[in-house]
């Protein structure tokens, strides 16, 4: 049998269903394989821990199958390593026979409309980092805005809506970070507008998402039957697809329903598309652009404006990732170029023994769930490909982690995670909550460290 070794860049779902894929399919390819994977944060489990709302408690079951996987003698996790500051792709070359790049989509697309930089227009993927817990976020986010604006159509957009109009008692239950529970116990946030260019057939909400909306008690959700409009495609879109069906039906309920005088409301405008962002010294309102349906599921400007007052506005209008040291990156596209997860360079031709998956490879678009098709089709090229692998220069499987310990690196290895997990549940129990997340990157090195 080919022994290989081969490294992932990126602790998120992408890059760890891409080591147990390739785990179990290299026996049958006849080659044994051990996998690093590699990540900046000294936790892993990447979006996972970091962009998802703590009140959602489903994701703990992915949380568990992920860390089956890391748990397994051939896959090592080594945290607190930063590609291109650390090391690059012929540090990664000279231990590895194959490097996966998985390091997803972190920064927030670029919406070009004027008054988008003024003082209280933030990025969606910020917001959701703060209260998500990262530690590469500040850990104050300004929350002084009675009236809010959130701009898209997507999961994020319902996620930023539900976290701003939710009372933060709520969240005691959840793995909610000490900091992110004060600062939204004093959310000053009482109406929350969410905008979406396209009617109820063509916004991008998943049914259990905009269910989650009317959990709490003390929210009303309101949509506003102006712009809700069913053309002919959003027809066919609604008896072909049982999730768009459910979608139109929930908000049909929500036109329908009788407000019940809750204390914060988010409401829900169809068909409004954003033009700018107003105020002088900061966040003062938000025009946008009435719109009507094509025919074909898109949608044109009426040249009808209305203006909402708003003092922050939040752009949920999709991920964006980031390029890559020593890596080609197709800046329009936000990836990595590539075929079927066979790295290119600027001439088409593949680089060898690069890969990708992940958002990275595809762009920030679909669920958890869909990475795993996406890393198989990775890791089946990656097999195809080894008998034209280099052989590299270092073999021994801790080379790696000497090189980085000579250039200052404080590695997280799995143990020293298993202690961070350990004093995060212990702080949950002490607390009387099941887990509270710890922010500060210095505090969770500390406890690696042990």
């Known amino acids: ?86 090391l690059k792709l012929d540090d990664l070359q000279r231990f590895y026979d194959a490097v996966v790049f998985a390091t997803g989509a972190m920064a927030d697309r670029p919406l070009d409309i004027p008054g988008v930089d003024l003082p209280g227009s933030h990025g969606a993927a910020d917001f959701v980092s703060w209260y998500a817990g ?27 809506a539900r976290m701003l109009a939710k009372p933060a008692e709520e969240q005691l239950s959840t793995e909610i970070a000490d900091n992110v529970f004060q600062g939204l116990a004093l959310n000053r946030a009482r109406d929350i507008h969410v905008f979406a260019r396209r009617g109820p057939a063509q916004i991008k909400f998943t049914p259990m998402e905009l269910r989650e909306l009317s959990h709490s008690p003390e929210v009303d959700v309101i949509v506003h039957p102006e712009g809700f409009e069913i053309d002919e495609a959003s027809q066919q879109a609604i008896s072909s697809s049982k999730g768009v069906r459910l ?50 599921g898109t949608a044109r400007g009426t040249g009808e404006y209305v203006d909402t007052p708003v003092q922050a506005v939040y752009r949920a209008v999709g991920y964006l990732s980031t390029q890559l040291v020593d890596l080609p990156f197709d800046q329009a596209a936000g990836v990595i170029p590539n075929d079927g997860g066979r790295v290119l360079d600027l001439d088409g031709v593949p680089v060898p023994g690069a890969y990708v998956t992940g958002w ?27 008998d034209a692998l280099a052989v590299p220069e270092d073999t021994d499987p801790d080379g790696l982690v000497a090189h980085l310990a000579d250039r200052g690196v404080d590695v997280v290895t799995w143990d020293g995670w298993e202690r961070l997990d350990a ?27 042990g």
Not at 26 to 47: F, K, M, Q, T
Not at 57 to 64: A, G, H, L, S, T
Request: aromatic share 4%; glycine share 8%.
């Open 247 to 296: 979608v139109v039906d929930t908000l049909l309920k929500h036109v329908d329903a009788e407000p019940t005088g809750a204390s914060r409301r988010i409401h829900i405008h169809l068909c409004q598309a954003p033009v700018e962002v107003l105020g002088t010294d900061r966040v003062e309102g938000l025009r946008t652009e009435i719109t009507e349906l094509r025919g074909d």
């Open 360 to 386: 990275i490879k595809r762009g920030p678009v679909g669920l958890i769930g869909h990475t795993k098709s996406d890393a198989a089709q990775t890791v089946a090229h990656l097999l195809e490909d080894v």
């Open 134 to 160: 990262h530690p590469d976020v500040p850990a104050h986010w300004p929350l002084e805005a009675e009236s809010v604006a959130v701009l898209g159509a997507g999961n994020v957009a319902l996620d930023v």
């Open 1 to 86: 049998m080919r022994n290989i070794r081969v490294a992932v860049v990126g602790a998120g779902p992408a890059g760890i269903y891409a080591a147990d894929i390739l785990t179990k399919e290299a026996d049958e390819a006849g080659v044994w394989v051990s996998v690093d994977i590699l990540d900046r944060l000294p936790a892993p489990y990447g979006l996972v821990r970091y962009g998802v709302a703590p009140d959602h408690p489903r994701i703990k079951e992915i949380v568990k199958a992920l860390r089956r996987v890391l748990s397994r003698e051939e896959i090592r996790f080594l945290g607190n390593v930063e590609y291109g500051t650390d």
């Open 423 to 449: 004093h995060e549940l212990a702080l949950g129990e002490a607390a009387g909550r099941e887990r509270i997340k710890v922010v500060a990157r210095e505090e969770m090195l500390r406890v690696a460290r």
